[in-house]
Every structure is written in C-alpha cells, then in structure tokens.
C-alpha cells in the first residue's frame, strides 16, 4: 500500500471529521500538495453529498393506515404462535375481572355461604347421631343363697 | 446503550406480552422499512421484508441477550433477509429500477423530475455495488447509522467499515457518472 492508497483510505474519516488532530494535519498537509489525492477527497465529497441528512425517507410517504396494517399483520403472525395461556390462568383472569369490581358483594356472600354451609353441616351432624339409648338394667332379686 | 423503557418493553416481549412488543415495533419499523427499501428498492419487497423481519425478530427475541442494542438486532435481521430477498430476486429475472418503483418523496413538482432522474440513477449505480460496500453505503448514508452501529450490525470493525463506505462511494460515483453520461 503506496503513501497515497493509504492517505486516501483516510479521506472518508477526513470528511466526517472522525480523524484525530494529528492524523487531520497529516491529510491536509498531503492533500495541499497533492493534486491525486486532492481530486480523490472532492469525489468523495460530492459522492457524500448525493444523501443529504436532511433528506426525505421512503417511509415518510407512507399513510398511517399502512403502519397500523403491518402492526396487525404481525400480531396476527405472532400471537398465535405463542403458548396461549393455560386453563388455570385463564380461570384467575376470569375471577380477577369478576371479583375485583363487587370486592364488598362477593365477600359478604362467600361469609353467608360459610356460615350457611357450617350451620348445615352442624345441623346434619347432630341429626345423624343416634340418641343414647336408656339404660334400663334389669335388677337381679336378692336371694339368700347370694347372702353367706 | 438503550433506554431504559426500552430494555423493559423487551423484557415483558421475552415473556411473551405481545402489547410490549407491538410497541417495539412502533419505535422501530419505520427505520426497518427504511432499510429494506434502501436495499430492494421496491415498495411491495421492502414491506414484505419488514413484515417478515418483524415476525422472525419476535421468534428469536428470546434469544436476544441484549449485547447489541435492540435496533442493531433488528437492522442486522432487515439486512439478512434484504438480501436473500436480492438473491432470490436476482435468480429469477435481473432487477431492473423502474421510474414507477421509486416512491415520491415529497419533492416539489418543479424539481420532481430532475430529482426522479437523479435518485433512479443512483439507486441503479448502488445497486450495481457489491454487497458489502452496498450495505454500508445504505446503512451509513441513506439510513443515517453511525459507523459504529453499522460496524455493529455487520459485525466487523469500524474500520473495515470506513473502508468500504471509502470504496463504495468512490465506485458509486463513478457509475452514476457513467449512467448520467449514458442517459445524456
């Protein structure tokens, strides 16, 4: 690689003032007295220039209604891919959005629910215990022979 | 180093919240249809890439450690597919840039065609680049990448990337004088 090959590989970083100061110096200095060199960082220069930064994007001409669509392509691609959620999650999705609402509602009505199902649970208990039965011992008469 | 909303919203895509990666997407895909437009240069191509991309980047987010930034990710994914979309293209008939292809950019009418013909030959002469030096121009130049997120994406040095962004643009330009000469 000659002085000028390497000089020049150095042109773009010149251009975008990437070079640090000394190496900047260096190439300045060749370019000042060197004509190749010199015609090499114009063309570059004007190959930058045909992308100006503040240049208009394809995207920029694009509806609204064209993003929202990919949006909806892709969800529709990914979603369904996904391990849908499980029977028990879907289950605790359910009460969560029919509990949270009515806290105070369903509260009361799971407290009656236990005091009523403890009540009959108490109540069948007791009715299912026989009743002690009488004793009713029969008393042995006392002979004399028992008697010595 | 990406924002912090940003590492959050990947995270909740990792466990599967698709709202969090829809609006990953949102931030994203104007600039991954800017890429792949700036490599197949054609509206229904550059969409079908994108919407390709996008699907395929949400497949393998979870193994997205978070080395590079998300965008970088995702631009390196554009570009794969970019030119494979190139290639299969190629290898069914030459590409050719049609004036209809090149979508208006706003232009003011006074300029529009001047600016038609300039903008179909230089995208015919960076075309006609090879694919290295194209994508570096592309991703530097017309996208507005810093040398090292193209470095990033194409995972070599940011040297090596200046120069091909030095040999690339010296040979554009020698193609799209040559086009203008022709056409003249």
Redesign the interface.
Known sequence: MNSHTAMQLKLYEFLCDELPEDERAAVADHLAGCAACRDECDGLREAMQLFPADDARPSDSLPQAFWTGILNEVDQQTRPKHPGRSRRQRVADWLTMAVVPHRRLVLGLASLGIVAVSAFVTWSHLRQTPEAPLVTESVQPVTGDAVT | MQAADEQQLIREAQN?N?DA??RL??RH??HV??VA??FVRN?ES??DV??DA??RA??ALPTFRGDAEFGTWLHRIVMNLSLNQIRATSSRARHEVRSADI?????TEDAEHEARFLRGH?ERALHELPTLQRSVVILR??E?LS?RQVSEILQCSEGTV??H??RG??K??VR?RCLQEDAA
Do not use: C, S, W
């Open positions: 599967g698709g990666y829809r997407v949102e895909m104007k249809y800017n437009y700036g509206h550059a969409r994108m919407q996008l699907v949400y497949q979508p208006d950019f706003g232009i230089l130049h017309v507005g040398t200046k120069t962004l030095f643009l010296k554009l330009r799209l």
